[in-house]
C-alpha cells in the first residue's frame, strides 16, 4: 500500500517541490561570493508563478512540436522522478534496466527540445539546438559509461539494487572513485553550468541551453524552466544515492524516512554548494573547449572498468 500509493506521491513531492529551492541555493551562494545579497532563496518559486500567470505567445510558424514541448519535456522528468531511489532503496517503479530508460528519457526531452528550437525558424533557436546535440553526442557515452561501471561493481542494471547494494560499503573503491569523477562532470554538463554552459546569460557567442528556449513564454517557459530545476535535482539525487547513500532508508518506516530525508537535504545542499564554488571560481568554457572537458569524464569512465577489473 505504501509503495504503490505514498512512495510515489513523495518522491513527486520531494523533487518537485525542492527543485527550485535548489536552484535558489545554488544562485544566493553564488551572490555571496560576489559579494552581492542576492535574490531571495525562494525566487525561483516566485518566478515560476508569475511565469503560469502569464499567457504564452506563439510564433505563427510553430507546429505542434512547439506546444507539446514543454509537456513532454516537464512529464518525462517526472517519470525519472519515480525511477531513482530518493528517500528510500525502494522506488516506485522497479524493473531490471531501468537505469537505461532513465537515460532515454533524458534524452527524450532534450530530442524535443532541439526540435523546438528549430521549429519556429529562429536564428538563435537553431544555434542553441545545434550545441545542446553537440554536447550530448559527448557527455550521454561518459554518463551511460559511468552508471555501467557502477552496475557493473554491484551486478545490476536496478537503481534500487545498486543504492541497496552500495549501503554496504563504507569506503569508494577506486573504480568507484573515478566513476564519481566522472559522473560529476557529466552532471555540470548535462544541468548547463559553468563552465559548460552559463544559464544567466543571453549572449549569442555563449548561449547554449537559453538559445534554444528563447522562443518560450509563459506557461510554456515556467514548465520547461521547472524541468530543468528537477533535471539538475535528479542528476545531484543519482550522484549522492548511488555513490554515497549512507542515510538512505532501507525500508519504509516513518522515523527512517525522516532521517533519510535530512540526510538527503544535507548531501544535496553539500553538492549544491559545491556547485556555486565551482561556478564563482571558473569562467564558462570556450565552446570548443568542451569536448576536452567532456573527454575528461569519458576517459576516466573508461579507467573506472579498467580498475575494477585490474585491481577489484
Known amino acids: ?27 544566493k551562494i553564488e551572490a555571496r561570493f560576489q559579494c552581492r545579497r542576492g535574490p531571495s532563496l525562494f525566487q525561483p518559486y516566485y518566478n515560476l508563478t508569475k511565469l503560469f ?69 529562429s536564428a538563435f533557436g537553431g544555434m542553441g539546438g545545434s550545441r545542446e546535440m553537440t554536447i550530448s553526442s559527448m557527455a550521454e557515452p561518459a554518463m551511460m559509461l559511468s552508471v555501467f561501471t557502477v552496475a557493473i561493481i554491484n551486478g545490476s542494471t536496478n537503481l534500487s ?59 510554456y517557459l515556467a514548465l520547461i524552466e521547472w524541468a530543468s530545476c528537477m533535471k539538475l535535482l535528479i542528476l545531484l ?18 522515523p527512517g524516512l525522516i532521517i533519510s530525508f535530512a540526510l538527503y537535504v544535507v548531501k544535496i545542499g ?8 565551482v561556478e564563482s571560481s571558473f569562467a564558462k568554457a570556450r565552446l570548443f573547449r568542451i569536448p576536452n572537458l567532456l573527454g575528461t569524464s569519458f576517459i576516466l569512465a573508461v579507467l573506472a572498468i579498467i580498475t575494477h577489473y585490474v585491481v577489484g
Do not use: C
Open 161 to 219: 539494487s545498486i543504492t541497496q547494494a552500495m549501503l554496504s560499503y563504507k569506503l569508494l573503491s577506486p573504480s568507484l572513485f573515478l566513476s564519481l569523477a566522472a559522473l560529476a562532470i557529466v552532471i555540470i554538463a548535462e544541468a548547463g553550468r559553468i563552465p559548460v554552459d552559463n544559464p544567466f546569460t543571453h549572449l549569442e557567442l555563449t548561449m547554449i541551453h537559453e538559445g534554444m528556449i528563447l522562443e518560450f513564454s509563459g506557461r
Open 53 to 121: 500567470r502569464k499567457d504564452a505567445v506563439v510564433s505563427e510558424t510553430a507546429s505542434w512540436i512547439f506546444m507539446a514541448t514543454p509537456y513532454v519535456t516537464f512529464i518525462s522528468i517526472l517519470i525519472i522522478a519515480l525511477l531513482v531511489p530518493v528517500l528510500s532503496s525502494t522506488v516506485p517503479a522497479n524493473f531490471t534496466g531501468d537505469v537505461i530508460l532513465v537515460i532515454y528519457l533524458f534524452a527524450l526531452g532534450r530530442f524535443f527540445l532541439a526540435l523546438s528550437s528549430l521549429d519556429t525558424g
Open 1 to 27: 500500500m505504501i509503495q504503490l500509493i505514498i512512495l510515489p506521491i513523495l518522491q513527486i513531492v520531494v523533487i518537485v517541490g525542492l527543485s527550485p529551492l535548489v536552484k535558489g541555493f545554488i544562485n
Open 237 to 254: 539525487t543519482i550522484l549522492v544515492n548511488t555513490f554515497l547513500p549512507w542515510g538512505v532508508a532501507s525500508g519504509l518506516t516513518f
Open 270 to 277: 553539500f553538492f549544491a554548494l559545491l556547485i556555486a564554488i
